[in-house]
């Protein structure tokens, strides 16, 4: 079992930078693939970005590459996601997700809340 709480999110304006961190609990965090999703108002949940359990591979929505970045410290069982340039669009609830391979995720975080005031 894995406990994931968010935090990080917050209010900011367009064009700002936000931090979002997850918090995973118990030892076998690093052996997770780890996943940002987000689920704007009106809209589905969608998928934002990945990372294996060494770090090394990633993957990002289209609509985030070259402004967001997904990193993990495995030895603070965390995983990070630094947003910037942000956009009315990328308003929503984060979530992080822990699964053994990438596109199933068995835990979830509860959310935290990114708006963006154009």
């Known amino acids: 079992q894995v406990q994931l709480v968010e935090s990080g999110g917050g209010l900011v304006q367009a064009g700002g930078s936000l931090r979002l961190s997850c918090a995973a609990s118990?030892?076998?965090?690093?052996?997770?693939?780890m996943g940002w999703f987000r689920h704007p108002p009106g809209k589905e949940r969608e998928f934002v970005a990945s990372?294996?359990?060494?770090?090394?591979?990633?993957s990002y929505t289209d609509s985030v590459k070259g402004r967001f970045t997904i990193s993990r410290d495995n030895a603070k069982n965390t995983v990070y996601l630094q947003m910037s340039s942000l956009k009315p669009e990328d308003a929503a609830v984060y979530y992080c997700?822990?699964?053994?391979?990438?596109?199933?995720?068995?835990?979830w975080g509860q959310g935290t809340q990114v708006t963006v005031s154009s």
């Open positions: 997700a822990a699964g053994r391979e990438p596109g199933t995720y068995l835990y």
């Open positions: 990372i294996d359990w060494s770090g090394s591979r990633l």
């Open positions: 118990g030892r076998t965090f690093r052996t997770y693939v």
